[in-house]
């Protein structure tokens, strides 16, 4: 009879962690987090070709230079706050009870938000419309901190809830996945060329 149980006890945690971890699982899917570094490393590319538009136009390649070298600044912000990020989330679900973790993760959402918003204000005020610099138009952005936010909370609410059925180093090794060089920022140095 002992053994009966303790083997419908296992099947049931291998259930629980195969489920949590199934590639089309809401609970699992992590989609959000890449798309979030995709979006915040494909800004650095447009806001250098404003950039280089702009010095090319005024004949002063330190427009271009010293755009980079301040545009490398506001990046370095966003890649430092990125990692804290990410650490944040992970620990806030990790060394918390689940009504703690949630209050955990809307704080450090919260900052991260502020941080995306500052950046985008940042890029935006850089790339908007200027006649006297002789610029034609707006550069657009796909960067929206609110809806990216929100994508990131609700990853790592049900990332939460995926991990709140895992037991042991399941629900480290569920969680360290986003602390892998895929979901990194890629440096500054790399997107500026």
């Known amino acids: ?4 149980n303790l083997l419908i006890v296992l099947l049931l945690l291998i259930f629980n962690v195969a489920t949590a971890q199934k590639k089309d699982s809401p ?21 250098i070709k404003h950039l280089q538009d702009v ?23 966003v890649e ?10 992970n620990n806030c679900i990790l060394n918390n009870s689940s009504k703690k ?3 955990c993760m809307e704080y450090h959402n919260t900052m991260f938000r502020d941080t995306m918003i500052n950046y985008n204000n940042y890029i935006t005020n850089l790339t908007r419309k200027n006649g006297y610099l002789g610029v034609e138009g707006d550069t657009k952005f796909e960067f929206n901190p609110a809806e990216v ?10 990332a939460n809830d995926a991990a709140g059925r895992m037991k042991g180093n399941s629900k480290k ?7 892998s060089d895929d979901y990194k ?5 790399q997107l500026a060329q």
């Open 149 to 158: 936010a929100t994508k990131l909370s609700e990853a790592y609410f049900n």
């Open 80 to 89: 430092t706050e990125w990692r804290l990020y990410r650490g944040n989330m």
């Open 173 to 179: 090794e569920f969680l360290g996945q986003t602390m």
């Open 101 to 103: 973790a949630k209050k």
């Open 55 to 77: 010095s090319t136009k005024q004949g002063d390649s330190n427009i271009l230079t010293n755009g980079k070298t301040a545009l490398g600044k506001e990046y370095g912000i």
């Open 1 to 4: 009879m002992k053994r009966y």
């Open 185 to 189: 920022l890629t440096p500054y140095n």
């Open 27 to 47: 609970a699992a899917d992590f989609s959000a987090v890449r798309e979030t570094k995709t979006k915040i490393e494909n800004t650095v590319p447009l806001v």
